[in-house]
């Protein structure tokens, strides 16, 4: 009934989730689905349906991102005449897009759908609620299938709901050409994943989770101000804080500081490889 009721929000773009309904009905009975992602892959694992055993590859227990254009090479390879799907999300297609070259010279007709919502969704969820601060989770709304089409693919843009369905039907038809494709979906952001973790299955959080992130949290707060307190004498009165137990002040700190520190360290890396092109 939530699914229902939350495919139906109207949006500017797609709604994931009744893309991800729309889907499930065109697909063919002989899909692969490949599933390389965080938010936008967790919600697929609500809706779609995988159709035989070893039909539903994705990133396992632990996220390993990028795995996804290998997979869908191996499993084309492994089961010739499979409609293979890659449900990518914006941020793990990074890793893998430049696959799209293999398959247009090998000749393997890979359907990838990027859930395109500018941002690293899944980590975003808990880090801005948390830190109030979405450093390193946004992306652009970049143009994929244009990057898909320079490597000889098919690239479509979808970025209304009345696109979806026919952009699907022609990625099926351009595939069975023996073409690879590449369908940039443009995506509303969404509420229907809320709370969930940014680890493991991507399934929701019940209380009993949320209370052992909240903890383990804590725990890595305490190292980080520990650790901190120990390169910076400065930073005793936050190692003071861990002893004492304010676990959700410490963790909040401890994880606030360590972000800023990776900022800058990203920023002197960007200053080194500015300075070295010039």
Known sequence: AEITTQAALPGEHVNP?????????????NAIFVADGGDFVATASYVLRPRSPLSWLDPGAFGTLGVGAGFAIGAAQARPGSEVWIVWGDGACGWGLAELDSMVRQRIPVIAVVGNDAGWTQIAREQVKMLHDDVATVLARSDYHLVAASFGAEGLLVKHAHEVQPALQRARELARQGKAVLVNVWLDKTEFREGSLSMGAGRRAGPGRQHLRGRQLA???????????QRHPADQRLARR??????????RLG???HLAGEAQRMRRVQ???????H
Do not use: P
Not at 17 to 29: I, P
């Open 271 to 277: 200053e080194v490889g500015q300075r070295a092109a």
């Open 17 to 29: 989730l009744a893309f991800f309904r729309a889907l499930e009905a065109e697909a063919g009975d």
């Open 242 to 251: 861990a002893e004492r137990g304010h676990d959700a002040r410490v963790a």
């Open 219 to 229: 725990a890595t707060g305490r190292q980080l101000a520990h650790g901190r307190a």
């Open 255 to 257: 994880a606030r500081q």
